[in-house]
């Protein structure tokens, strides 16, 4: 396509300057979408009062969004993205360089420098000038962000390059970036410039330029997923299950009212085809209340799905098969979704058969939705939780532990690297070779599996600390294995170092696979493979032949290399159609629904879910404890102490903490005559004399109140 | 946002609160404002079991509050026989959403509906005796039933696990005159019941041990036995 003059503009920004009046500043953009223009961050201050763009050809500006005039901004790259209006109207995406570059190339742009600004009748008159020159593939790195570094067969001074900035950079008809400098050392002939790659891997950048593809239309829509071997009837039933809840009375009271009528659905396969929608797609799945996955086969692009679901939202998850649930297939559950409700939406069934999966969906959506909101701590997916714990300690000596070490989980987890791979017969061979080769890269580190964690505690939860807090964690994507890529959607989730993501690059056919597990030929193995970029390698057990260990040796060599530019945080080139190794989980820093978090509870909020969730909300009609063992008399009146303090712990914080609002604040009021209400019935009735006093204080705030 | 559910808690805190403070008019008030709640969402399927729940709470809770109320200190006789009559109608009410075909499990409207017809008559446990209390009140033989609540009691297994009903088939058995105090009530006992069920069984015992009634000496014993316990469990508490 090349450079488009229809996109081209003049971007004219006022600052306030230091006499307290306005001057003006001027630079280039370019469209990148109807109403986005990318241009260097400099050319845009913080505190501009206006900003304007006019486009080549037409005397017509488009001004910013007066509310939200910054789409985009990252000041350590030097690129912006200004929101304008009117919008230019559809226009699709410009064609970003595709390769890294391997030699020196031709490179060249239009744009408005001073030294073309003329004047007429007073007036200033900015028009483009073309220019080209070299771009070196060796230039521009070092220290901090990889730049372009550009030269320019015709050079201006200094001075008469002002206006460039933010210039397209065309290489072979593609956007290869934008200009952001001129280096005055070398008397304007030298300009460097933001890369592409370095654009593209920032993943708010690509959200923003996307076309919108996924939205929940609301915060009560259900996300459907639908795997790629069954395109079934799951939407369809989880459409009737909807309509049947939004019906259902004891749903609509205790599960938060009706849900969006129409499902939002959406097929494996669209979620990978390329980042745009993967981003999007992952952040409907932090927004999304209630999300049903189709599990049939455990697709490894479902169960990545999967995994970081668990991570980002405690919501509900409902896992479904179109297979009949059997003693067959409960066995064959993969290890990480074990613990999980699994429902069947296949087969044919009477409309009052209470195993129809329109009325097993239904149920399981009020369920679910019943218990997140009364329980503070609801899960229906392990991880949630586990990602959440501190870093474990290191060891006392602050030396690395040995590989045997029998106090190894208590070393720091940036001691370890976790290997997350499958367990079968047929894998032990490549793990014995894969482990020991990682030994030799990493010495003093402890190399462990699922299966080599020590610590008696849950391996679940051992296992989700690990993946979040390795700094190295190894990923072998080779026989796709459903447990694999459900960790691998954890990492990705939440850790800001990427995993190191291995494939055998023969792609053996997994001998060990269960009937369940689906993997040969699906269109997403090979989007996977685009979207996330893993390292291809060379098996070489010890029979391999010389030349095959030569391979595996520099398969290895490189994936080492690659991982050690991430852990040490240099500039690596991302394809365009590939997300960059941690940018799932810089995109969900800024996604994640925080508002669900208990943590953001307030302290009175969060003792009261606390004392509810022991002996629940309405202990006195009950007449049965929830608490186990509490029978025990000395028990009993510990876990009573407890409770109360904890009451008495919120009452106080209220009233103190909201002495003034009390005054004036109707709303905290309520809330407080509300919390004595409930403060007063669980104090015991003893003689104890600050009970008495306590008791009193709050019957006359009530009354004072009323 | 709350639930209706949450709503009918609240109001019924507030009810066991004000009768906590002996403010038994303002306490029937929330009770009854619980009841129009519960009983607006009664016909809807989905809610049925769970608000005949409430209902049977409801009502015994204002059973309770009309009881207390009855037997403040230098009430008039017409004050006591009043609100006494106010008490088994609201747990004769409990007692039809225990008994219908709701589902609710509870033994508490069945058991009380009896004992307060025992304070309200001296002589409603005697043997044949029908102790009736007037227009809008059922008449029934106190003695035939307390042994039928017996039965229910023990068949249903809830005394096992829940303290209500321990204390419900500890009574029961003891106005039957079947059992020493100490024995009938270990089963409570060993439960480890919270102080606010202790002073709630109490507050049945006390005022039925003051009467003239042949197992006196039985119910003074386990008024002491379980005002020890509470009392033991008061000092614990305060620590």
């Avoid at chain 2, 709640?37 to 608000?51: C, G, Q, S, V, Y």
Wanted: glycine share 6%; charged share 25%.
């Amino acid at each position: 396509m090349g450079l488009d003059f229809k996109r081209l503009v003049l971007v004219f920004v006022t600052v306030p300057a230091a006499t307290g009046e306005s001057r003006y500043r001027v630079g280039t953009g370019y469209f990148l979408t109807g109403d986005l223009v990318l241009t260097a961050s400099h050319v845009v201050p913080e505190n501009a009062e206006a900003i304007e763009v006019r486009v080549e050809g037409s005397a017509e500006f488009h001004r910013s969004d007066k509310d939200d005039p910054i789409a985009w901004r990252d000041t350590v790259l030097d690129a912006v993205l200004i929101r304008v209006t009117p919008s230019l109207g559809e226009m699709n995406s410009p064609e970003w360089i595709q390769d890294s570059f391997t030699e020196n190339v031709g490179w060249d742009t239009a744009a408005y420098p001073i030294a073309a600004r003329q004047l007429f009748d007073e007036r200033e008159k900015w028009t483009t000038r073309g220019l080209k020159g070299t771009l070196y593939w060796q230039g521009g790195a070092g220290q901090g962000v990889h730049e372009l570094d550009l030269d320019v067969d015709a050079p201006a001074t200094p001075e008469g390059w002002g206006g460039i900035s933010g210039a397209p950079v065309f290489v072979g008809g593609r956007l290869a970036g934008i200009v952001k400098d001129v280096l005055k050392d070398f008397r304007g002939a030298r300009f460097s410039g933001v890369r592409a790659d370095a654009l593209l891997a920032e993943p708010a950048f690509r959200n923003v330029i996307a076309k919108r593809w996924l939205e929940l239309p609301s915060n009560r829509a259900v996300l459907v997923l639908l795997s790629e071997a069954r395109k079934s009837e799951l939407a369809r039933r989880v459409k009737a299950a909807i309509e049947r809840f939004n019906k259902d009375r004891l749903a609509l009271e205790t599960a938060g009212g009706p849900l969006a009528p129409e499902p939002v659905k959406v097929a494996i396969n669209d979620t990978l085809q390329n980042p745009e929608r993967w981003f999007q797609f992952i952040k409907a799945l932090c927004k999304a209340p209630v999300m049903i996955a189709d599990v049939t086969g455990f697709e490894p692009a479902v169960m990545l799905a999967l995994g970081i679901r668990a991570v980002v939202r405690r919501g509900v998850t409902i896992a479904s098969t179109s297979d009949q649930l059997d003693e067959a297939h409960l066995s064959q559950l993969p290890f990480n979704i074990q613990e999980s409700k699994l429902v069947s939406h296949g087969g044919d069934y009477t409309p009052t058969d209470p195993k129809h999966p329109v009325s097993v969906i239904s149920a399981a959506m009020r369920d679910g939705l019943r218990e997140l909101h009364s329980r503070i701590r609801y899960l229906d997916l392990p991880v949630y939780d586990a990602v959440r714990c501190p870093k474990p300690e290191r060891n006392i000596d602050n030396q690395p532990p040995s590989q045997n070490s029998s106090s190894e989980d208590k070393a720091g987890d940036s001691d370890t690297i976790v290997v997350l791979c499958p367990f079968h017969e047929e894998y032990r061979n490549r793990w014995v070779n894969i482990s020991s080769r990682l030994l030799d890269q990493y010495p003093n580190k402890r190399i462990v599996r699922m299966i080599d964690i020590s610590s008696p505690r849950l391996v679940g939860q051992a296992l989700y600390e690990q993946i979040r807090w390795a700094k190295t964690c190894v990923v072998d994507w080779t026989y796709w294995r459903p447990n694999v890529f459900f960790e691998l959607g954890v990492r990705l989730a939440c850790s800001d170092t990427g995993p190191m993501s291995l494939l055998d690059r023969a792609d053996p056919p997994d001998l060990g696979r269960k009937t369940l597990i689906q993997a040969p030929n699906l269109v997403q193995k090979r989007q996977l493979i685009e979207l996330f970029a893993p390292n291809t390698y060379q098996f070489a057990p010890f029979e391999a032949s010389e030349e095959e260990r030569d391979t595996a040796e520099k398969d290895f060599t490189l994936v080492f290399e690659a991982h050690e530019a991430i852990t040490k945080k240099q500039a690596t080139f991302v394809p365009s159609a590939a997300v960059s190794h941690n940018a799932t989980y810089r995109f969900l820093i800024e996604q994640f629904d925080w508002n669900q978090e208990r943590v953001n509870m307030r302290p009175d909020e969060l003792l009261r879910a606390s004392a509810e969730g022991d002996v629940g909300r309405d202990e006195q009609s009950s007449g049965e404890t929830t608490v186990l063992f509490s029978s025990n008399f000395e028990f009993s009146v510990r876990l009573r102490q407890s409770v109360y303090e904890r009451w008495i712990a919120a009452w106080y914080y209220f009233v103190h903490r909201y002495e003034h609002e009390l005054q004036t604040n109707a709303e905290r009021r309520e809330e407080l005559k509300a919390l004595g209400e409930d403060v007063l019935q669980v104090l015991p009735k003893t003689n104890d004399p600050f009970l008495k006093q306590l008791r009193d204080q709050i019957v006359d705030k009530i009354d004072e109140l009323s | 946002m709350p639930t209706i559910f949450d709503a009918i808690v609240d109001l019924k805190t507030k009810a066991k609160n004000r009768r906590d403070l002996e403010r038994y008019d303002r306490a029937a008030a929330f009770v009854q404002e619980a009841i129009v709640l519960a009983n607006k969402e009664l016909a809807t399927p989905e809610f049925r079991a769970k608000m005949a729940s409430e209902l049977a709470d409801c009502y015994g809770l204002l059973g309770g509050i009309e009881r207390r109320s009855a037997l403040v200190a230098s009430a008039s006789e017409e004050h006591v026989a009043d609100h006494l009559r106010r008490s088994v109608k609201a747990y004769d009410e409990a007692w039809r959403y225990e008994s219908g075909d709701f589902g609710v499990s509870s033994s508490y409207g069945m058991v009380n509906r009896l004992v307060t017809r025992v304070l309200a008559d001296p002589n409603a446990l005697i043997e044949g005796y029908v102790t009736d209390l007037g227009e809008g009140i059922e008449p029934v033989a106190v003695p035939v039933e307390l042994e039928e609540a017996r039965k229910k009691i023990e068949s249903s297994k809830r005394a096992e696990s829940d303290y209500w009903a321990a204390a419900d088939l500890a009574l029961v058995q003891l106005l039957l005159g079947k059992g020493n105090p100490a024995g009938l009530y270990s089963k409570y006992i060993e439960k480890s019941p919270p102080d606010y069920a202790y002073n709630s069984v109490l507050d049945v015992l006390r005022p039925l041990s003051d009467r003239d009634l042949a197992i006196k000496s039985d119910l003074q014993d386990a008024v002491k036995l379980l005002s020890e316990r509470l009392a033991r469990l008061q000092s614990a508490i305060s620590g």
